[in-house]
């Protein structure tokens, strides 16, 4: 098992600033993959973050936007720049091996940008 | 894209089992099924997870049909506190995507 902190837990921001959130894993973990769930929708994959390597953006979701950086197998953070209302989401970091076991969620980032 | 069809919502009675179904007619031979589960806005639960066999854990069993192409999760005798979105996920082994969900709601 895994065993995920996520901080902040929240946050207000004022547009056009940036939210770095952080993920600290208590082992050491190869995948890790950032989520956005928007307003009343569901989990969407923002990128997959492996250590030693770039990080692959999904579509729709393009680096600038939201930088990545994985120093180690236990800690990365997530970069949500230039806010705007429409970035008001919570931001989730899971880890683990799909297909072979299951995925550990951190509890959240609660984003609301005025 | 998410790779699987679930009904929007469901009520079932407290004490009586909850069949929640999933329908994955593209799954690939190597792909898993998946059930995650999100209360209010909690990070998602895992449930349980399978490839051709039937699972069954302390939470729930997961039924899948022979050809793999739908699924069903029950929980056994559902509770007040199993009202949440239940993800049905086909996962392979570089991520995992989730669909719409189904909002099972448990009534007293």
């Known amino acids: 098992s895994a065993v995920i902190s996520q901080k902040p837990s929240r946050d207000i921001c004022q547009r056009g600033t940036s939210l770095t959130i952080q993920c600290q894993v208590d082992?050491?973990?190869?995948?890790m993959f950032w989520y956005r769930q928007q307003p009343g929708q569901s989990l969407t994959l923002i990128a997959t973050a492996n250590q030693g390597s770039e990080a692959t953006y999904e579509s729709g979701f393009v680096i600038d936007k939201f930088p990545i950086s994985r120093p180690n197998l236990t800690f990365s953070t997530l970069t949500v720049s230039n806010l705007s209302p429409e970035d008001s989401s919570i931001y989730l970091c899971?880890?683990?091996?799909?297909?072979?076991?299951?995925?550990?969620f951190g509890s959240g980032t609660q984003l609301s940008v005025l | 894209d998410a790779k699987t069809t679930q009904p929007p919502s469901m009520d079932c009675a407290e004490g009586r089992a909850a069949n929640l179904p999933c329908n994955h007619s593209t799954i690939s031979g190597n792909e898993y099924v998946y059930w995650y589960r999100q209360i209010h806005s909690q990070g998602p639960q895992y449930i349980i997870h399978?490839?051709?066999n039937n699972e069954t854990n302390e939470m729930a069993s997961l039924i899948i049909t022979e050809d793999r192409k739908s699924s069903t999760l029950i929980l056994p005798h559902a509770t007040l506190r199993d009202t949440a979105v239940y993800y049905c996920i086909v996962s392979g082994y570089n991520d995992m995507r989730f669909g719409a969900g189904t909002r099972l709601t448990v009534k007293p």
């Open positions: 082992s050491q973990v190869t995948m």
């Open positions: 899971s880890v683990g091996r799909p297909g072979r076991e299951k995925l550990f």
């Open positions: 399978g490839l051709k």
